[in-house]
């Protein structure tokens, strides 16, 4: 651990972007900067890296013999927004998967129908209920140490796209625990 508090990093080059698309698809201003402090040998941390056109975010560090890798990723907001929770019920709605009967149809599309909005705004309370007890997110971060003396950054970008992929698959196994949720909530809630 280090004895002073490293400064964090801005390698967006004063941005709010490091990438387009992606993590790994660095503009090269913030390619340029992080192979520097790749390069340099000092410890250090960036701040949070985003991506412009994904839900996406990494961070850089390197501590001594430690060079971590932290990636973040997210969906719309489970607790201040709806738009997740409609998102779940219209996929639920379209995807035979997740519904059993007519019934199930005819209520996942009460919802959905603006004339419906008290209707509607009970069933998400009900299903926000039902969350507190799961283990269902809106977002994920994971991380990865490598051995600081021999990091480059191919290999850190390999690293980040490895956990990308990692994130992305707990958002869709979330996102699917709550469209099983949603269905879950129309039998329970009797629309």
């Known amino acids: 651990m280090a004895l002073f508090p490293v400064e964090k990093i801005d390698i967006s080059c004063g941005g709010c972007y490091c990438?387009?698309?992606?993590?790994t698809d660095l503009y090269d201003p913030c390619?340029?900067?992080l192979r520097g402090l790749i390069g340099s040998g000092e410890d250090f941390e960036t701040s949070w890296c985003d991506s412009k056109k994904e839900l996406l975010s990494a961070r850089y560090s390197r501590e001594g013999n430690t060079f971590t890798v932290e990636v973040s990723a997210w969906m719309d907001d489970l607790w201040d927004q709806n738009d997740l929770i409609y998102d779940a019920v219209y996929e639920a709605?379209?995807?035979?998967?997740?519904?059993?009967?007519?019934y199930d149809m005819e209520a996942l599309q009460s919802i959905l129908d603006d004339s419906a909005e008290l209707e509607a705004d009970a069933?998400?309370?009900?299903?926000?209920d039902q969350l507190m007890y799961l283990d269902i997110d809106d977002h994920i971060t994971i991380s990865e140490e490598l051995d600081a003396s021999s990091v480059t950054f191919e290999r850190i970008m390999e690293v980040v796209e490895k956990l990308e992929n990692e994130a992305q698959e707990?958002?869709?196994?979330?996102?699917?625990?709550?469209?099983?949720?949603?269905?879950?909530?129309v039998k329970d809630f009797g629309c």
């Open 31 to 33: 390619e340029a900067k």
């Open 123 to 128: 069933f998400i309370e009900c299903v926000r």
């Open 93 to 102: 709605k379209e995807n035979t998967k997740y519904r059993a009967t007519l």
């Open 19 to 23: 990438s387009k698309w992606g993590l």
């Open 170 to 185: 707990d958002l869709h196994y979330f996102f699917d625990r709550l469209c099983w949720l949603v269905m879950d909530c």
